[in-house]
């Protein structure tokens, strides 16, 4: 029997009718067995919100009602709201508690139960509208099988422990029921619920997919598919019909946050197919991710990531020296800093890292015991305040005149720092924030729309 993970993001569970658009598109296709969902839009800004040191006892109970707002609007639409009323109120007096429990123990553990309450609300509330819809379906609790590791906010995924857990636990409620779950939280091996980092939703479907030898994962969002770039950026962006894997984990690791920049790996370790599509228009069609596809353009598309830190670190020991990198990669290595793009110099080395993929309460990367730890063997300076725009394509670092057609477009643009070369797949340059939507336009109107 095929096997399809349907997961829904944010926009596509924000109230009932939009959960019943997606009910509609689980219920048309009988081997969509597994429903995972975010949040419903909004609330986890709203529960990181609650997660801040800085808020006010006022703002606390403003944001408690605001949650229980958009929770209670769907509880009001169902046929039937007492079979989950006492669950959702259950829900919502957890959020208080925990929330509360902050003002005297900012403990990250605690912070991550708080903002996996997010999702634990729509899974229960999508499971009633499926059961509304004629549906045999239940909700189920991810935790019991998301096992990872107690890095509170961007907890790492165990893959053997989900495989093994998810085919005892998951596995033989899917012949029964259609099962949704929540995306984006998991749990340690002691049972602390954890997170997988913002966005973490589309991670989750395609881990549970893996662990369930699942033949597709389908992730429904609000664009029709993945676009040349974002078509927020640039209204003439397009739709790509399909792309492989390599292409759409650049995309995804360079800022499309169409997709979560991991949820390639689990498709790529099955060889599984990963659809992307939109809630409100099903009928419009989307992109299929594949292992192959046929004649793969140079150029495919523009992605942004905002938020980059740019780390210089310079040291006359560098010269001529041996053990410099070694020594400053094991510190960025303690720290658990993931290090993006480097270029070095004789006595300099630039890395850029990444703000946006920190963890889920967005807290820094930088903390001072790094810095301290850094400066101890180099003068270290930290620029805020940039974007990497990042031209994603095959064959970039063997095509000839890439270089001047993307410079020629940059002519007006500080470029900070470039990279190109590494990958046949990328062509990256970090400019000023302010400067990203509109370097953004023109490279994809000089590469895309056919006026170069
Ligand atoms: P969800 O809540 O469904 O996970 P996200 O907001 O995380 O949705 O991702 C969808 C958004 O990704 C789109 O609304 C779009 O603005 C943005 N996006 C960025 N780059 C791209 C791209 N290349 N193609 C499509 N969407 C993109
Ligand atoms: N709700 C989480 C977030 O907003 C996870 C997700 O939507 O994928 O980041
Ligand atoms: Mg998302």
């Known amino acids: 029997m095929s096997l399809v993970v349907a997961k829904f993001g944010g926009t596509s569970v924000a109230d009932f009718n939009a959960m019943s658009r997606c009910a509609a598109i689980v219920l048309a296709n009988s081997a969509t067995r597994l429903v995972v969902v975010s949040a419903s839009s909004g609330v986890t800004n709203l529960l990181v919100e609650l997660t801040q040191a800085t808020v006010t006892d006022e703002r606390r109970l403003q944001l408690l009602k605001q949650i229980a707002q958009i929770q209670y609007a769907i509880l009001d639409k169902l046929e039937r709201p007492q079979d989950v009323a006492a669950a959702l109120d259950a829900l919502l007096s957890r959020i208080s508690v925990l929330s509360e429990s902050l003002i005297l123990n900012r403990s990250k553990a605690i912070m991550d139960e708080l903002l996996s309450m997010g999702e634990q609300c729509s899974a229960l509330l999508f499971s009633a509208v499926l059961r509304q819809?004629?549906?045999?379906?239940?909700?189920?609790?991810?935790?019991?099988?998301?096992?990872?590791?107690?890095?509170?906010?961007?907890?790492?995924?165990?893959?053997?422990?989900?495989?093994?857990?998810?085919?005892?636990?998951?596995?033989?409620?899917?012949?029964?029921?259609?099962?949704?779950?929540?995306?984006?939280?998991?749990?340690?091996?002691?049972?602390?619920?954890?997170?997988?980092?913002?966005?973490?939703?589309?991670?989750?479907?395609?881990?549970?997919?893996?662990?369930?030898?699942?033949?597709?994962?389908?992730?429904?969002?609000?664009?029709?598919?993945?676009?040349?770039?974002?078509?927020?950026?640039?209204?003439?962006?397009?739709?790509?019909?399909?792309?492989s894997f390599n292409e759409a984990a650049e995309m995804a690791t360079f800022g499309a946050k169409v997709l979560h920049p991991a949820t390639i790996l689990p498709a790529v370790r099955q060889q599984i197919q990963v659809f992307v599509g939109s809630s409100r228009e099903p009928e419009k069609g989307g992109t299929w991710i594949r292992h192959q596809v046929d004649n793969p353009p140079i150029y495919r598309a523009v992605a942004v990531r905002r938020d980059q830190t740019l780390l210089n670190l310079h040291s006359l020991q560098m010269l001529h020296a041996r053990g410099f990198l070694a020594e400053t990669f094991a510190t960025l290595a303690r720290h658990k800093i993931s290090v993006d793009l480097i270029t070095?110099?004789?006595?300099?080395?630039?890395?850029?890292?990444?703000?946006?993929?920190?963890?889920?309460?967005?807290?820094?990367?930088?903390?001072?015991?790094?810095?301290?730890?850094?400066?101890?063997?180099?003068?270290?300076?930290?620029?805020?305040?940039?974007?990497?725009?990042?031209?994603?394509?095959?064959?970039?670092?063997?095509?000839?005149?890439?270089?001047?057609?993307?410079?020629?477009?940059?002519?007006?643009?500080?470029?900070?720092?470039?990279?190109?070369?590494?990958?046949?797949?990328?062509?990256?340059?970090?400019?000023?924030?302010?400067?990203?939507?509109?370097?953004?336009?023109?490279?994809?109107?000089?590469?895309?729309?056919?006026?170069?």
């Open 133 to 243: 819809q004629g549906a045999k379906s239940s909700s189920f609790d991810v935790r019991q099988v998301m096992r990872t590791d107690s890095h509170f906010g961007r907890a790492e995924p165990q893959i053997e422990d989900i495989a093994a857990l998810a085919r005892d636990f998951l596995q033989p409620l899917l012949e029964r029921d259609i099962v949704v779950t929540q995306g984006f939280i998991g749990a340690d091996a002691e049972g602390r619920t954890t997170t997988l980092g913002r966005g973490g939703s589309d991670y989750s479907a395609a881990l549970l997919a893996e662990a369930l030898r699942a033949d597709a994962v389908e992730i429904w969002t609000d664009v029709a598919g993945i676009y040349t770039t974002d078509p927020r950026l640039a209204p003439n962006a397009r739709p790509i019909a399909e792309i």
């Open 344 to 452: 070095t110099s004789e006595v300099n080395v630039s890395l850029t890292l990444d703000k946006t993929g920190s963890d889920s309460t967005g807290s820094g990367l930088l903390s001072e015991a790094l810095l301290q730890e850094l400066s101890q063997h180099c003068r270290v300076r930290v620029e805020d305040n940039l974007a990497l725009v990042a031209i994603i394509g095959n064959r970039i670092a063997s095509t000839p005149g890439i270089c001047r057609q993307v410079f020629t477009v940059l002519e007006n643009h500080n470029v900070r720092m470039i990279c190109q070369g590494a990958s046949p797949h990328n062509l990256c340059v970090l400019v000023a924030e302010s400067e990203a939507a509109q370097v953004v336009k023109a490279l994809h109107e000089n590469l895309f729309e056919g006026q170069a």
